[in-house]
């Protein structure tokens, strides 16, 4: 049992350039996330899916793009990095009606 | 904007002793929460205190809330060196319908020295 995990735990981007992370989990949860978190404060959400098929913005949604097309992943899409998007990002996971969330490890991304 | 924050900011204290993080939140909640982060590495839930609780114990930890002063306290009891980490409050609102949302406050960075 993995968990959650995340794909891929480092990247740099240069300013321009697209890339996706990806999420997965093998807990069977409804209830995925993804997070930004920069030095200093807490984590803030960016987008979120309550099933497979569904998304829904969060507080911080511009600039990113988000996709659950099976269950057990999410992914997180960056069409035009800026390097305002330097951030750590992690993936989280809940069960139906739960309100405890699982994390993954996080993805260290730079933009140049 | 963030609906927890946590004071301290960091709190040093030496093995053997008990650490007290405070939260404090602005809107009205079903449940509260506090995870831990060790460097470099994702969130681990500790704790969950719903609104209609006053106080929890899990292990070493114990959670306090007060809503109508919309606070919470975790208080570590006889701290260990493998207790250095940032804690995180996290608020889940009362409005929420689906999906669970958590709201994340700024966290405390615990330093506890051998």
């Known amino acids: 049992n993995a968990g959650v995990t995340q794909t891929p735990k480092f990247r740099v981007l240069k300013t321009g350039q697209s890339m996706t992370l990806l999420c997965a989990q093998d807990m069977n949860h409804e209830y995925m996330y993804w997070y930004r978190q920069d030095p200093g404060m807490g984590l803030r959400l960016i987008h979120y899916?309550?099933?497979?098929?569904?998304?829904a913005k969060g507080e911080v949604p511009d600039g990113y793009n988000v996709s659950r097309l099976k269950k057990q992943n999410f992914l997180l899409g960056l069409e035009s990095a800026a390097p305002s998007q330097t951030s750590v990002y992690f993936c989280?996971?809940?069960?139906?009606?739960?309100?405890?969330?699982?994390f993954g490890p996080g993805t260290r991304l730079t933009v140049t | 904007s963030q609906q927890g924050e946590e004071d301290p900011q960091a709190l040093s204290i030496q093995e053997g002793e008990n650490a007290t993080m405070n939260c404090s939140y602005k809107?009205?909640?079903?449940?509260l929460q506090w995870y831990r982060q060790n460097s470099g590495r994702g969130l681990v839930h500790l704790i969950l205190?719903?609104?209609?609780?006053r106080e929890k114990h899990s292990g070493r930890l114990r959670v306090t809330l007060d809503t109508s002063k919309k606070s919470s306290s975790l208080l570590i009891t006889a701290s260990r060196a493998a207790d250095t980490a940032s804690y995180f409050c996290?608020?889940?609102?009362?409005?929420?319908?689906?999906?669970?949302?958590?709201?994340f406050g700024e966290g405390t960075q615990l330093t506890v020295n051998p």
């Open positions: 989280a996971s809940s069960p139906f009606r739960a309100y405890e969330q699982y």
């Open positions: 899916s309550v099933g497979e098929g569904t998304t």
């Open positions: 809107t009205s909640i079903n449940n």
């Open positions: 996290a608020t889940g609102a009362a409005a929420e319908t689906s999906g669970s949302r958590l709201t």
């Open positions: 205190i719903r609104s209609n609780e």
